[in-house]
Structure formats: structure tokens, C-alpha cells
């Protein structure tokens, strides 16, 4: 990368990278430890003025087979935190972070709840982990403690990428999704609100009427319908517009 001066370099995070919870205190102090490794490397490429940069994509809790092989001494089977979303949504915010320059990008509501919520009252949610972190880490079916497990070596055979939860696990994330869009969502509401505030101008004088108020959101809702098709033909174009984006 240096060699080119050019690449991205991406790292999986997640969201208890900012906010640990019980029984995963291995994992959390791992992740911790990544953001600031992270944080330090990303200041050393720009101080070598380097086009080569990195980025870090924090995860909700994924649908992946660690659940599965994991060595776990809990009573009843292991899960991830609900909600749980499907390993393709991870996979798509990866590949877009490796194409944009991006400094973070955050997957899922969730992600972004544990890490805001961490910043604005991490004493309540301590409290909370307390209460509700053992049951909302395991299910309701009994785990045996002889079931194989990679602690030691790996486990033969293909565990694919779906763990066992798919029936519960989500494709899509609405959160994401505004998140990879943000750029195009702005402009719409700014000139929906533009376009909402030029309808009232021309009814200055007099009182808006019923009839009025609806044409006025029926224009605002046109032209975000406008900017959403003209987002999907123009996102190509978009791809490298790091400064916006």
C-alpha cells in the first residue's frame, strides 16, 4: 500500500468496542484494545501524509457460527444480543468502508444505541448489564458441557457462515442503510424543508388552509421521492466523494 500510496485498510469491530458487557470480558477488552490500536495507527498515516487509509466498521450482534463452537460454561446456549442481523449485512458495510474513506461507520441501531447511550450514561447502563446481561446472552435450551468446542484447536469440517438463528436474525439494516446514504438523505430533507418553506412564502398574508398544508407535504414527499430515485442512478458517481462522505 505504501509502494502505490493508495489502499483501506478495514477493521471489524463492534459495538463493545465502546460498551463491554458481562461474560464477554475477553472479547470487550480485545475490541477495546483495537480501537485504540486503530486511533493510533490512523494519526501515523496521516502524519506520513499517506492516501493509504483505515477505517473501522462496528458490528451489531451477527448471526455467525461462533455460537455454535464457542467453548462456553454457561448453563443454557449462548446467543448474541438481540436484535441479531444476518452476516451479509456485516459483509456490505464492509465492502462499502473498503471503498470509502470513512472514518468509522457504525452497523445497525443497536450498535448505535450501546455506543451513544455508553457516552451519555454509562453508570445506568452498567446497572442495566447487571440485570439483564446473563439471560440476554443465552437461551432457553440447556447447553452440555461435553459439546465440542475450538478453544483448544479447530473444530474439522465447513461451519459455513450462518450460525443458528436465522429464523430470528435480520437481512437488512434501515439504520445502515441511512448511514452509507447520508450525503443524498440530507440534501432531500434540505430541500424538502426549501421546497415546504417556498409554498408557505407564497401563502404569506393569509392563514394556511387544510387543503394548503397537505399540498405543501404532498410536494415535500414528491421531492423526496425524486431524490431517492435520482440517489440509486447517481450513487456510482458518488463512490468517490471521501470529502462528503
Known amino acids: 500500500m505504501r509502494a502505490r500510496n493508495d489502499g483501506t485498510i478495514v477493521q471489524v469491530g463492534s459495538a463493545l468496542a465502546y460498551r463491554a458487557i458481562p461474560l464477554q470480558s475477553a472479547y470487550c477488552g480485545a475490541k477495546h484494545a483495537i480501537q485504540g490500536f486503530i486511533d493510533s495507527i490512523r494519526c501515523e498515516l496521516l502524519n506520513e501524509?499517506?492516501?493509504?487509509?483505515?477505517?473501522?466498521?462496528?458490528?451489531?450482534?451477527?448471526?455467525?457460527?461462533?455460537?455454535?463452537?464457542?467453548?462456553?460454561?454457561?448453563?443454557?446456549?449462548?446467543?448474541?444480543?438481540?436484535?441479531?442481523?444476518?452476516?451479509?449485512?456485516?459483509a456490505r458495510a464492509v465492502y462499502w468502508a473498503a471503498h470509502h474513506n470513512r472514518r468509522e461507520l457504525y452497523v445497525g441501531m443497536s450498535t448505535v444505541e450501546a455506543i451513544v447511550g455508553n457516552k451519555v450514561a454509562p453508570g445506568i447502563l452498567d446497572h442495566y448489564l447487571g440485570r439483564k446481561g446473563y439471560s440476554s446472552q443465552q437461551t432457553y435450551e440447556p447447553e452440555s458441557p461435553d459439546r465440542p468446542n475450538n478453544l483448544w484447536e479447530p473444530l474439522p469440517g465447513d461451519h459455513g457462515a450462518h450460525g443458528?438463528?436465522?429464523?430470528?436474525?435480520?437481512?437488512?439494516?434501515?439504520?445502515?442503510?441511512?448511514?452509507?446514504?447520508?450525503?443524498?438523505?440530507?440534501?432531500?430533507?434540505?430541500?424538502?424543508?426549501?421546497?415546504?418553506?417556498?409554498?408557505?412564502?407564497?401563502?404569506?398574508?393569509?392563514?394556511?388552509?387544510?387543503?394548503?398544508?397537505?399540498?405543501?407535504?404532498?410536494?415535500?414527499?414528491y421531492t423526496q421521492r425524486l431524490l431517492l430515485k435520482a440517489l440509486f442512478l447517481l450513487q456510482p458517481v458518488a463512490v468517490r466523494c471521501d470529502f462528503f462522505l
Open 49 to 90: 501524509k499517506t492516501n493509504v487509509t483505515i477505517t473501522m466498521v462496528q458490528m451489531p450482534a451477527l448471526n455467525t457460527t461462533q455460537f455454535g463452537w464457542v467453548k462456553s460454561r454457561l448453563k443454557h446456549k449462548a446467543q448474541p444480543v438481540p436484535p441479531i442481523f444476518q452476516p451479509e449485512v456485516g
Open 164 to 221: 443458528a438463528f436465522d429464523q430470528r436474525a435480520r437481512n437488512k439494516s434501515g439504520e445502515l442503510h441511512a448511514s452509507l446514504n447520508r450525503v443524498w438523505l440530507a440534501a432531500g430533507f434540505v430541500l424538502g424543508a426549501a421546497t415546504a418553506l417556498f409554498a408557505g412564502s407564497r401563502n404569506s398574508g393569509r392563514s394556511l388552509g387544510r387543503r394548503t398544508v397537505q399540498r405543501i407535504f404532498r410536494k415535500v414527499a
